[in-house]
């Protein structure tokens, strides 16, 4: 089978396209066909090796994919081959087929199309999980989403729909800024031309807002959590500012490294604050919750309520182009690999 292979730690040019042998169902396993596979920030962060959570090149990376069920291994129930599906896979999803546990893997309905499929998996799992699990999102709350018009970001937007009356603060390059609006977005605000943290001031009276979704790290954690209002909290839930640049750089690790906030319980307390981290790569032990929150997405998706927002799709030869999108920070929502 085909695979999109990272072959060593670097830009884009050191992804190949590569045959290697298919995988085959290990007891209570589900191998897919895969039509569609979703490309995430964090798989651009472990080809330029500033993902630890990645295996060590060369390696497949792909946390997600949708497509059609081709193999079952022994004991693996509820599935049938030629069933059309969506999985969450921990690595190895670029590639024509892999394998992954039963309970990770969710039937999808007809009119679903394989991108979009591929694109609920990580980016609306993350959002839902923030909103609804860690920060029991309610109305009337203020929200600021950082990288709203990534992936993940457009994904809390539509989420925070869901709930009357909640004000979104979204920081995006100023091109992006229409969709922010047509996704819900009250307040999109343009980081790299004004401050954000200023803007967010001005627009509240000086209040400050409820959550902060920061997915930057560093000193914008220790700038959100500036932002909040008492009872507020901050979900920290990855460290893009790593990044820049195609390749990893010493300096900027070490500058940003710096910045990250000490916290104390104590400290916490006094001002009333919450601090949480999210990590879905790490929530693999709990895949009940993962399914359970997966089923309420598809139950989001079928009412209208959630639909992922493609920005490209790319066949495996042109995974190098896809990653430079990301890396370039040009996508707005999602972008798909496809065999
Ligand atoms: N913890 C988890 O479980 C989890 C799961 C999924 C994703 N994440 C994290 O969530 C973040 C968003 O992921 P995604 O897949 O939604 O991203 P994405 O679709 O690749 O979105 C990237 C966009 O973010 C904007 N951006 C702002 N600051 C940036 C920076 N410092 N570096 C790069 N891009 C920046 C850029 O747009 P503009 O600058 O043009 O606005 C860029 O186009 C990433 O940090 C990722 O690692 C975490």
Known sequence: MRAVWITKAGGPDVLAVRESPEPRPGPGEVRIAVRA?????AEVMARQGLYPDAPRPPCVVGYEVAGVVDALGAGAGGLAVGQRVLALVRFG???EKVCAPAERVLPIPDELDFPEAAALP???LTAYHMLFRVANLRPGARVLVHMAAGGVGLAVLQLCRTVPEVVTFGTASA???EVLREQGCTHPIDYRAEDYV???RELTGGEGVDLV??????RDWKRGLGLLRPVGHLIAYGFANLSGGERRSLPRLAGQFAGVPLLTPFGMMNVN???SGVNLGHLWGRADLLREELVALLDLWGTGAVRPTIDGVYPFAEAAAA???LGERRNIGKVILVP
């Open 175 to 177: 091109a992006k800024h």
């Open 37 to 41: 596979a979703g490309l995430n920030f």
């Open 122 to 124: 990580v980016n609306y």
């Open 323 to 325: 990653h430079r999108r």
């Open 93 to 95: 999803g670029h590639a």
């Open 273 to 275: 604050r919450t601090v």
């Open 198 to 200: 200023s803007r967010v």
């Open 213 to 218: 979704l920061d997915p930057l790290g560093g």
